[in-house]
């Protein structure tokens, strides 16, 4: 009863708009840091705490939080590399919020099983702790203006809590007055390491290690138990701790390369592909020298410089970047025994697609390595400039995220949401576009958002405790619209009207954000009847009927869609018509030729949608022919391993925004869910020139394993579909004459009719382009002759 009564009492005091969490902790454990009157920014600190154990626990959970960043070792081993997210769940305040004026937020703890790590007697528990006590300037932080530290867990009858029984002394190797590089916007970092003032990091004299003599460390300062200021509210973290790969050696210099003793030039670390990672190295050298350690990204910001001891002496730099060759610069003389870097992200990627024609293969991974490597605190725009909650970027994520992407990847969207939400503005509805630390309105993607991102996740994960709480703020938002006299949507512009980055001159801003108001409405109008709420339908109904009509008669121009016919013939606002479905389907043609084809001005953001507008119309070989030409020249790069901001290769080497492999997978291997969480779900494929696909789908339901292939006069088609499911499987007609097929080896349908009772196999129908089976779970083998 006294947890339910914290959590109300925490609810009464940080306002409506915090959602309940499914497990709350009585917190008795305290915030500590350091005795001091202020904390500087870029602060680390050491914690140590020895405990007693009868006996080692069969089950242990910690629960931990930071600001701004930690890890954890126990009984010497590395237990959390990197835990606690930067940013927070919400506001302590709801409204109101101005751009550039970040308010005062709750925190997220991780929850960590330590019971692996504890043994019966005396353990010790050692923390790093690194205060960033900088906002950046893309929103990503909102910093608590004090580094702090909490842990707690019950082991057996003994509870571990921080408190002023620990021991805490400032890491005198990382010097805290390091300049940030230009253009200063991420809240993390460089790292400025003396090994000369180390405390036997890396060593087996190590600090964190149990039979280090700390007595003449001096006691943590108690900062009082939540919920209180700075640090206010504690909610559990909606993803778990990173997923580290461990530590690896680069491509060009395997194990045995080393040693060798370096000439004093950049020496070019490659890795297999773009990833984040923390580089490390070990070396014997003299003392006082200057190593530099850099990433071959042009706009990382994160560098690491490191002020050798004498002798042998091995490094991690704990400040992570992307790259896909890390340049270390060692002085003449230095011998080198390792160069390794360790991979860190938020969960992983079962995904996987295949084709014949590599060059698709090669797209469909590119494209996955890049929404991997911008998943981490945040689904963010780049991990090197920004590292921005842009959520029109995470709109574009949340369309192939499902496709590759497992668990964390889909808590990491529902935490976009959330936090989008949550930050928005309570008094006039506004999201946030760029949070959580930001506030600043982008109505295209507002409304892209709500459909692509918020709808989308809901239908793919069946999470209705995320639609309830985020169903009010997208009704709210959507009726700051007013409508004109001819049913069309009025414009908004927003704090920024920007929609794409293609040019300027080009965008049809009134149809795309008509287009884009009409697809939230609908959405909204899913989401209030999945909840049962029909409180707002004829809200939705009213504008969708009128807007529908009007979009068509004042923006279709016999052959397009346009505001201005003479002026704008605008690929992007095409695709959308044809995408959230006001164009009819006797016009797909018209606008594929008249304006798919020929126009070329999307940039990344909307050139996914392009590509799938074109699928909708069934004009599958052009769609990747586009693909292809526009993205011809990032795939035939061979060094390259992620997708740009830019189509023509320009700006982050790795952009969120970039989804072509959504097409291939949702329209040319043609898997899709049919209904919520893919409780129903459909085989439909379009193989265009392509003569086998191959496709793992990471659903909600467990991985759905697909094969199609097919010669002159066979279709074979392998389906390994999880539990909880049915499957509607399509077996194309369009490349040969069907006459029978047969399903486990068994005839299951033979010219035009259904044969034999196969069970857990029915026969559905016969359309234009595929004779259709219903599959339930189970692994299925289709032969067609």
């Not at 668990?407 to 969207?413: E, Y």
Request: aromatic share 14%; charged share 20%.
């Amino acid at each position: 009863m006294r947890i339910r009564q914290m959590i109300i009492a925490s609810f009464v005091l940080f306002g409506p708009l915090l959602p309940l969490p499914a497990l709350a902790v009585e917190w008795t454990a305290e915030w500590i840091w350091a005795k001091e009157r202020f904390t500087d920014p870029n602060s680390w600190m050491a914690f140590r705490k020895q405990i007693s154990l009868d006996e080692k626990p069969q089950d242990s959970i910690a629960y931990i939080s930071a600001d701004t960043k930690y890890w954890l070792w126990i009984n010497g081993e590395l237990v959390v590399f990197e835990g606690s997210y930067t940013g927070g769940p919400s506001p302590v305040t709801p409204a109101p919020r101005t751009d550039f004026f970040p308010i005062a937020s709750n925190k997220y703890y991780d929850q960590v099983d330590i019971s692996q790590y504890l043994t019966a007697g005396t353990n010790t528990i050692a923390a790093l702790v690194w205060y960033y006590g900088d906002n950046g300037q893309k929103g990503t932080h909102i910093s608590s203006n004090k580094g702090g530290f909490i842990f707690q867990a019950d082991v057996g009858n003994t509870q571990i809590l921080s408190n002023d029984s620990w021991k805490v002394i400032p890491h005198s190797a990382y010097k805290t007055k390091v300049t940030k590089q230009s253009p200063y916007r991420v809240a993390a970092w460089n790292i400025d390491y003396d090994a000369r003032n180390s405390m036997g990091d890396w060593t087996d004299g190590a600090w964190y290690k149990p039979q280090y003599d700390d007595t003449s460390w001096p006691q943590a300062k108690s900062l009082h138990r939540p919920p209180r200021e700075p640090f206010n509210a504690l909610f559990p973290s909606e993803i778990p701790i990173l997923n580290n790969y461990g530590l690896a050696y680069c491509d060009n210099y395997p194990a045995s390369k080393f040693p060798f003793v370096s000439n004093g030039e950049t020496i070019k670390c490659v890795l297999d592909f773009n990833k984040n990672v923390t580089p490390y190295f070990d070396i014997e050298a003299e003392q006082g020298l200057k190593v530099h350690i850099d990433s071959n990204m042009r706009l990382n910001t994160i560098e690491t410089e490191y002020t050798t001891k004498a002798g042998r002496q091995q490094f991690e730099s704990y400040s992570w970047f992307n790259a896909r060759t890390i340049e270390y610069t060692f002085p003449k003389g230095t011998t080198v025994y390792g160069l390794k870097y360790r991979w860190t992200g938020v969960g992983s990627t079962p995904g996987h697609f295949e084709a014949d024609d590599s060059w698709f293969t090669r797209i469909w991974q590119m494209a996955e390595n890049t929404l991997y490597i911008c998943a981490r605190d945040n689904f963010m725009d780049t991990p090197d400039r920004e590292r921005g909650l842009w959520i029109g970027d995470v709109a574009d994520q949340a369309s192939y995220l499902f496709y590759s992407m497992d668990k964390p990847g889909r808590d990491l969207l529902k935490k976009a949401i959330k936090v989008t939400l949550a930050f928005s503005d309570s008094e006039t509805g506004i999201f946030a576009g760029l949070g959580p630390g930001r506030f600043r309105e982008l109505p295209a993607q507002s409304l892209q958002f709500i459909e692509q991102g918020i709808w989308h996740y809901y239908y793919n994960t069946g999470d209705i405790e995320t639609l309830e709480f985020a169903y009010p703020y997208v009704h709210k938002y959507l009726t700051l619209w007013g409508t004109r006299e001819n049913g069309l949507a009025t414009f908004r512009s927003g704090a920024w009207k920007w929609t794409d980055w293609g040019p300027q001159d080009t965008i049809d801003y009134d149809v795309i954000q008509n287009a884009l108001y009409y697809s939230a409405l609908v959405s909204a109008r899913k989401m209030a009847m999945s909840l049962g709420d029909d409180t707002h339908l004829s809200f939705y109904d009213s504008r969708i009927k009128a807007l529908k009509k009007a979009f068509k008669t004042t923006f279709w121009q016999d052959g397009f869609y346009s505001s201005a016919p003479a002026q704008f013939k605008d690929d992007r606002a095409n695709a959308v018509a044809i995408l959230f479905g006001l164009a009819d389907e006797s016009q797909y043609d018209a606008i594929v030729d008249n304006v798919l084809i020929p126009n070329h001005f999307a940039s990344p953001h909307f050139e996914w949608m392009v590509y799938n507008a074109m699928a909708m119309a069934g004009r599958y070989d052009e769609a990747l022919s586009r693909m292809k030409e526009r993205y011809g020249k990032q795939v035939a790069n061979p060094v390259r391993s992620t997708l740009t901001e830019y189509m023509n290769g320009g700006g982050t080497e790795n952009h969120a925004w970039n989804a072509p492999s959504t097409v291939l997978s949702k329209y040319i291997a043609g898997i899709a869910p049919a209904s919520v969480a893919w409780e129903t779900y459909q085989v439909l494929p379009n193989m265009a020139h392509m003569k086998r696909i191959e496709q793992r789908v990471p659903s909600v339901r467990g991985n759905i394993d697909y094969t199609i292939s097919r010669t002159s006069d066979s279709v074979i088609v392998q389906l390994h579909s999880p539990s909880g499911t049915k499957a509607l499987v399509g077996v194309p007609k369009e490349f040969f004459d069907i006459s029978k097929i047969s399903v486990n080896g068994k005839i299951a349908w033979q010219n035009g009719q259904a044969k034999s009772t196969i069970r857990g196999v029915k026969f559905v129908s016969e359309t234009s382009k595929y004779i259709n089976f219903e599959v339930v779970p189970g692994t299925w083998k289709i032969i067609a002759n």
